[in-house]
């Protein structure tokens, strides 16, 4: 306690710690949430961004350096996988990344968010790296699994500290694009793949094991840029550590004062916690399935679907590519750049309309929207009637608004639920639906290309098809229609006291 003491007696001198946060009798009355909501955007904002929305970033290179490298691992003469081979690879990083995000969802909601950060980033940053260095398929799948934990335990992380930090006016757009940076990483990915896979610039061999090599390098370079991120205020009000909360509040302020920004003085709405050290599973259960179960519903639904139509089609891509058009290993980085454009436009031009529009029309248009074209562009890739351009561009619009509708899965389930088990939710949220979704569709499309038959595949695209377009019934009927509004409006905090 005597570093809080000093940190905060140092904050008075300063003048910028503000007398607006009481605790007595362990609750906590505080204006914290309506103080940050009020900010208006500014350079503190643009860096959390940066600094942790770099995470999609990585997950997209990683995602398309595996799928791009599919035809190099096949011709590797240590590996020589298989089309199935592939698919279990792919069903390995899911599976990493469903137990990474419930096992470090789990302590974000006790440790902190920024602890978490930090772990989560240096599992990744050790296990990416060490994949390059893979003998068989076992060590490859190892490897994989653990760069999926580290993966899944940031969105996790991640996803509950942008909640906090963003204000409400433009929290849906925000957590949109940055989702849709995605496919920046996989632009990366796809780039780095044309020229590493390049026979006739490195051996087979060492192409693939120097492609995993950029994300390492790139995760050394965010592990400095989150230094200066500070712990969620949100976070530490509700863990007793309300002193703490006032003081990086207060200095967040006085930053945007010193660089001539206007911000009201108050005074702002305030909310009574009983301050607690963590939250029982038991709890957790009851409010999810029981108090929130609607909630649940739409959840579980968009991130089932989203996460089967994703890595159902992306993680196989390359092989399609490779199997049914004879396109060069080395070549499949081109077809990946604007499916990524594509995708990375769509959460940028429609994520606005989260926050206009509203959640609950948005989510159902994307949804439906995305599966209709899955289905056509699915029928029209059976029929033989595109080349592989033509499936790329097919691929580009449809994934226009997939990603929209994807980024509004995870959106949805990380601001739709109590603070206190933000992080375990969306965990619980992303895990049974990747699970669901993703571990099952790599193997299932990684089988059904082995066959070589075009209208197997297709039977696969039209499951990813019904899945989207029951989302989207599900979620014009029962979303939250959160746009705008306070995360304590939108679902209040379990420690609140009336």
Not at 206 to 229: C, D, S, T
Not at 233 to 251: D, G, K, S
Request: charged fraction near 15%; hydrophobic fraction near 55%; glycine fraction near 10%.
């Amino acid at each position: 306690m005597r570093r809080n003491d000093r940190s905060i007696g140092a904050a008075v001198g300063l003048g910028i710690l503000q007398n607006t946060s009481s605790q007595s009798d362990n609750i906590v009355t505080t204006d914290i949430p309506a103080r940050l909501d009020r900010l208006p955007w500014g350079r503190f904002h643009t860096l959390v961004v940066l600094a942790l929305g770099i995470t999609w970033i990585l997950d997209g290179l990683e995602v398309t350096l595996a799928g791009a490298v599919a035809g190099a691992l096949r011709e590797s003469p240590v590996l020589q996988f298989t089309s199935a081979d592939i698919g279990l690879v792919g069903s390995a990083y899911i599976a990493g990344a469903v137990l990474g995000a419930v096992f470090f969802g789990w302590l974000t909601d006790r440790l902190g968010r920024k602890k978490l950060f930090f772990i989560t980033l240096t599992v990744y940053m050790t296990a990416t790296a060490a994949t390059a260095f893979s003998w068989n398929l076992w060590t490859f799948m190892l490897c994989r699994f653990i760069t999926g934990a580290g993966i899944g335990g940031e969105y996790v992380a991640i996803n509950s500290t942008i909640q906090e930090l963003v204000p409400a006016r433009v929290r849906g757009w925000t957590d949109l694009a940055i989702n849709g940076s995605f496919w920046v990483g996989a632009a990366l990915g796809a780039a780095g793949s044309i020229v590493l896979l390049d026979p006739t610039l490195l051996p087979v061999d060492i192409g693939w094991r120097a492609a995993f090599l950029i994300g390492a390098g790139l995760a050394v370079i965010i592990f400095f840029m989150r230094l200066w991120i500070p712990e969620s205020p949100r976070w530490l009000m509700t863990h007793n550590r309300a002193a703490e909360a006032e003081l990086i509040v207060a200095a967040i302020e006085n930053n945007f004062r010193r660089g001539g920004h206007q911000i009201s003085e108050g005074p702002f709405p305030t909310i009574r916690l009983r301050a607690r050290t963590y939250t029982p599973l038991s709890e957790v259960a009851t409010t999810l399935f029981r108090v929130h179960r609607q909630r649940t519903l739409v959840g579980l639904s968009l991130m089932a679907a989203q996460a089967f139509f994703y890595n159902a089609i992306f993680f196989t891509y390359a092989l399609i590519l490779t199997e049914f058009y004879g396109i060069r290993a080395d070549h499949v980085g081109w077809y990946i750049l604007p499916f990524a454009a594509g995708n990375f436009l769509g959460p940028i031009i429609l994520g606005r309309f989260f926050d206009t529009v509203g959640r609950r029309p948005m989510i159902a248009l994307t949804y439906s929207i995305s599966g209709v074209l899955l289905a056509i562009t699915g029928f029209m890739f059976a029929q033989e009637w595109l080349s592989a351009s033509q499936l790329t561009m097919a691929w580009t619009v449809t994934f226009f608004f997939a990603s929209a509708a994807a980024s509004s899965a995870y959106l949805t389930v990380s601001e739709t639920f109590p603070l206190e088990i933000r992080a375990l939710a969306i965990a619980f949220f992303y895990a049974l639906g990747t699970g669901v979704g993703g571990i099952l569709g790599p193997l299932l499309f990684g089988v059904l290309i082995e066959t070589g038959s075009r209208t197997s595949v297709f039977m696969g695209y039209l499951l990813g098809a019904g899945l989207m377009i029951a989302a989207a019934v599900i979620a014009a009927v029962w979303a939250v229609a959160a746009e705008r509004k306070p995360l304590e409006s939108v679902s209040k905090p379990l420690a609140a006291v009336d």
